[in-house]
DNA sequence: CGCTCTATTGATAAACCTCAAATACAGTGG
DNA sequence: CCACTGTATTTGAGGTTTATCAATAGAGCG
C-alpha cells in the first residue's frame, strides 16, 4: 500500500498512516473466496491493498446484482459498519487479493485518535450516493446496450491495462458478472459483445475482454 | 424543529442544538420552488423543518429520475457539500416549504466545535447508500408492477396520516411522479392504480392518493 | 479426453413503452 | 355561478425492447 495512497489516508502524515496500518489485520483471499456474506453483522472496515472485491446483493429469487467492485486502495463495509448494522452485500474476492481490516473498537479508537479518518470515511461514502445515483438513473433513462457499453468502459478505466492490441480489463469477467452489474441478462451482453467484436470494437475469450476501439464505444455510450 | 427530532442533532445537548440551528438561516419556499439546481456549486447544507422536498436528476433528454423525497428533519445536499461538489441533483419544494441551511464555511466551523456533527452526517450519508443500493436491487430484480406498489407503501409510512378511508399521502403527488420515483411512465402508473382502484385497495384523485387496503398492497409487493 | 463452466445464437414471448385521443378536474376571471 | 383553460388522468392500439428457453459450441482443467 505505500506506494498507492488510499483515500483513507488523505491529509494523514505517513508515520500516522503506517501506525493505523499496523493497527489493521492483513487477510488474503483466493480467487472467490468471500470475505463476508449479506446478512451478517457488519465488525469489520475493510481496504483492499491487492487485487478487487466483487460486491453483490442477491434477493430471494437468487437474482444476482452487482453494486460495485472494490479496487486496490478502497474500502468496502464502512457503511455497515458506521449504520452498525448487517452488512447488505457480499463481498468476494475475483483473483488472488489482500485486504487490511479493522474491528469496529479498533475504527472508533482510530476515530478518535485521528479525527481526519471520520472526515476521509465521509469522503468515501459521499462518493458511492454519487456513484450510485448516476448509476439508478441510467438503469432507468438509458437502453441496454448504451450501458453494457458505460459498464464496461468504467472498468475499463478503473482496471484496465494497455496491451499492444487494446486495453485489457485485468481480471476474470463473465458475460453474467457484466449482465449483472448492467441489470440485463447475460444474452444481451453477448449478443451485443458478438455485435462489437464484429464492428472491431473490442475482443473477447472466455472471461477476458480487451478493448480495441474505446473511442468508437465511448461515442456509442454517450449517444443521445 | 424543536419538537421532531433530527439525525443530525443526535448525541447533541439540547442547548448546543440551539446554538448550531442559530447558526443557519431560514428560508421559506412555496409549491415548486426551487432550492437548488443540478450542476450548481453546492455552498450549502440543507435541513427541512417544514414541508418537503422532491430531489430529482434530469438527463440531456429530459427524462425526470426522483432520486428522493426530503422529510422534515431530514438534511440534503450533504454529499455534494462534502465531497465540494456542484449538486448532482435539483431540490423542489412540495407544498410549502421551510429549511433551514448552513453555508460550508459554518458547517466546516461547526463540525470543529462539535465533532459529533461529523459522525452524524456520516450517518446520514450513510444511510442514503443503503436506500440506494436497495432501490437499485429492485429496480433490476423486480417488475414495475411491484416497484410501483413498494414507492407507494414508502410514501404511505414516511408521509402518510390517517383518514376515515385509509391512509393519505399528504402532498401532491401525480402519476408521473410515482414513474419518475419507480422507473416507469406515468401511464404504467395510470393504469396498475386503477386495476388496484378496481379492487379496493385504494382510492385516488388529482395528485391524491388514499391507500384503503395497505395490507393487500403489503402482500402484492413483497409477494416472490 | 472427458467434464464442467462459459459463451453463442435462434426462436418465441412477455413486459412495458409510445403515441393518440378522450375525459376529468381545479382554478380563474368574467 | 359558469364557461374557459391548462393540467392530470385514463384507456386503447400497436410496436419495441429485452427476457426467456433451448440447443450448441468452445475453453480450460485434471
Redesign the pocket.
Known sequence: MKDSSSIIFSNIPPEQQATILAAGKSIILAHKDILFHQGQPANTLHLVVVGRLKLYKVNQKGDEVIIRYIEKGELTAAVAIIRDDDYPVTAEAVGQTEVINWDKDTLDQLMRDYPTITINLLKTVAERVTELQQRYQELVTI???QRIARSILRLMEKCGVKQADGILIDFP?????IANFT?????????T??AW?KKGWLK?????ITITDPHSLMVFAEDL
Open positions: 437502453r441496454v446496450e469477467l463473465s458475460r453474467e458478472d441489470g440485463t441478462t447475460l444474452y444481451t451482453v453477448s449478443r459483445m458478438s467484436s473477447s475469450g472466455r472471461e477476458k
